[in-house]
T-cell receptor
Framework: KAGVTQTPRYLIKTRGQQVTLSCSPI?????VSWYQQTPGQGLQFLFE???????NKGNFPGRFSGRQFSNSRSEMNVSTLELGDSALYLC???????????FGQGTRLTVV | GESVGLHLPTLSVQEGDNSIINCAYS??????FIWYKQESGKGPQFIID?????DKRQGQRVTVLLNKTVKHLSLQIAATQPGDSAVYFC??????????FGGGTRVLVKP
């Protein structure tokens, strides 16, 4: 059974640009959550999607958005990139409520 | 507000000894807790979980203890091995599938 797949693994973008990250959850998992990990703030919840609907949202500005497709694959988008958006973006896949969350390897985004 | 914190940022342990990593949480509504291990360059790896209706759960070489009275969670690793060197995070879940993570503890295993 394949794990959570995130693409790309690494990205370098310039301030002001936008970026789209992709996550394919474990087969059969319908919940996909996104997290931002930085040395200063640790792991912070961005949002969760379940059956193509955003079910939960963290405290991030509107520049951060996401969506989920009918096959449960999810994308997140960050517009008007800032230097502070440099981080490891992690996707987590869950089969249901109160079940373990499995993480992908993450996408390392560097904004210059 | 919700917060999950760790008391020790770095834990050095001799190979073969037991490790104990502690975590305090503040949301009494949290009903599910997970410990993750993160190695350099990788995403967090699930270690063990525990639901709020339990106070202890054991896995392979790991034990999680939950004390709801003082909102404290701990992870015990038996016979620590070099491969256990990593950063360990506790996480709590109260509503939906949102996980709130602690700051992490780095475990260094000395040969």
């Amino acid at each position: 059974k394949a794990g959570v797949t995130q693409t790309p693994r690494y990205l370098i973008k310039t301030r002001g640009q936008q970026v789209t990250l992709s996550c394919s959850p474990i087969s059969g998992h319908r919940s996909v959550s996104w997290y931002q990990q930085t040395p200063g703030q640790g792991l912070q919840f961005l949002f969760e999607y379940f059956s193509e609907t955003q079910r939960n949202k963290g405290n991030f500005p509107g520049r951060f958005s996401g969506r989920q497709f009918s096959n449960s694959r999810s994308e997140m988008n960050v517009s008007t990139l800032e230097l502070g958006d440099s981080a490891l973006y992690l996707c987590a896949s869950m089969s249901g409520m109160n079940t373990e969350a499995f993480f992908g390897q993450g996408t390392r985004l560097t904004v210059v | 507000g919700e917060s999950v914190g760790l008391h020790l940022p770095t834990l050095s342990v001799q190979e073969g000894d037991n490790s104990i990593i502690n975590c305090a949480y503040s949301n009494s509504a949290s009903d599910y807790f997970i410990w993750y291990k993160q190695e350099s360059g990788k995403g967090p790896q699930f270690i063990i979980d525990i639901r709020s209706n339990m106070d202890k759960r054991q896995g392979q070489r790991v034990t999680v203890l939950l004390n709801k009275t003082v909102k404290h969670l701990s992870l015990q690793i038996a016979a620590t091995q070099p491969g256990d060197s990593a950063v360990y995070f506790c996480a709590e879940k109260a509503a939906g599938n949102k996980l709130t993570f602690g700051g992490g503890t780095r475990v260094l295993v000395k040969p």
